[in-house]
């Protein structure tokens, strides 16, 4: 079921709620996470900028996790597990040649220590949606377990090749494109991942109906969106877990251990 975007749906999953070169192999069978039960740890994350959130917090929600790309270098997943890591988003590629060098580590590795993980796709707006999907398909193994894979859209200024910004009803199409393409190899409609500035300028609420991972980091997503409807929320990118190197991204997911169950058993691959 996807959370709709908007107020379509309240804050409700199940009936309630920035690269390298190279390729990998396609992978095959079943995880570790997708064999193993789907045990929630008490997240023993820390915090090295503290907010005081007004309302409900992270603090509300028992299901957190994070995302990760190169640059947290090697993790210990079975012990980033144990601290509290009950999902995972793993970078594996940009526009239509780039690969996280760390992504196939990163891939085998979480599902290895049990720990449901989803790959994302950092999109490009000087490449054609056709052609990213097909370079996050030949990248991206197509396996039984796996989350649904995670369309990134936020503009990238420091990008020394591509500084376009499409008119919003392109960047609208453009994803919509993207989604449908991986949305039938994978067997799953992606999550679509966005900023507030991006989500405004873009008018991102007329993708109604699609399943959003929204990032605020010192508001909630209701403040900072205006919406009710979001599955994942990012709510820090200076969060320290034990198994990981340095700060990385913290997020929760938008209900309860058994709403993130079923959400698990109705959109794994």
């Excluded at 707006?125 to 995670?150: D, K, M, S, T």
């Excluded at 966005?194 to 010192?218: C, H, I, K, Y």
Aim: net charge neutral; with cysteine.
């Amino acid at each position: 079921m996807r959370m709709a975007l908007g107020l379509l749906v309240a804050v409700a999953v199940l009936g309630l709620a920035s690269c390298g070169g190279g390729q990998t192999g396609r992978a095959s069978g079943m995880s570790a996470a997708a064999r193993m039960p789907v045990a929630v740890n008490p997240p023993a994350f820390g915090e090295l900028h503290p907010v005081a959130w007004r309302g409900p917090g992270p603090a509300a929600f028992p299901v957190h996790g994070i995302d990760v790309a190169r640059y947290q270098s090697a993790i210990d997943w079975p012990r980033a597990r144990e601290a509290g890591v009950s999902f995972a988003f793993i970078k594996a590629t940009e526009g239509g040649d780039r690969l996280d060098p760390l992504f196939e580590r990163n891939w085998r590795e979480a599902g290895a220590a049990g720990v449901p993980r989803g790959a994302y796709h950092f999109f490009y707006f000087c490449r054609p949606a056709e052609e990213q999907a097909a370079w996050f398909i030949r990248n991206v193994p197509r396996e039984r377990g796996a989350l649904p894979p995670v369309l990134d859209l936020e503009w990238n200024p420091h990008s020394p090749t591509c500084t376009f910004r499409p008119r919003p009803e392109v960047v609208r199409a453009e994803a919509l494109r993207f989604l449908d393409i991986l949305e039938r190899h994978y067997g799953q409609r992606p999550i679509i991942y966005t900023d507030p500035g991006f989500f405004r300028e873009n008018d991102l609420m007329q993708l109604a109906g699609e399943e959003v991972w929204l990032r605020s980091t010192a508001r909630t997503p209701e403040e900072a969106y205006g919406v009710r409807g979001w599955t994942f929320w990012q709510y820090s990118g200076t969060g320290t877990v034990p198994g990981i190197a340095g700060p990385v991204d913290l997020n929760t997911f938008g209900g309860s251990e058994a709403d993130w169950r079923a959400w698990l058993a109705r959109r794994t691959i």
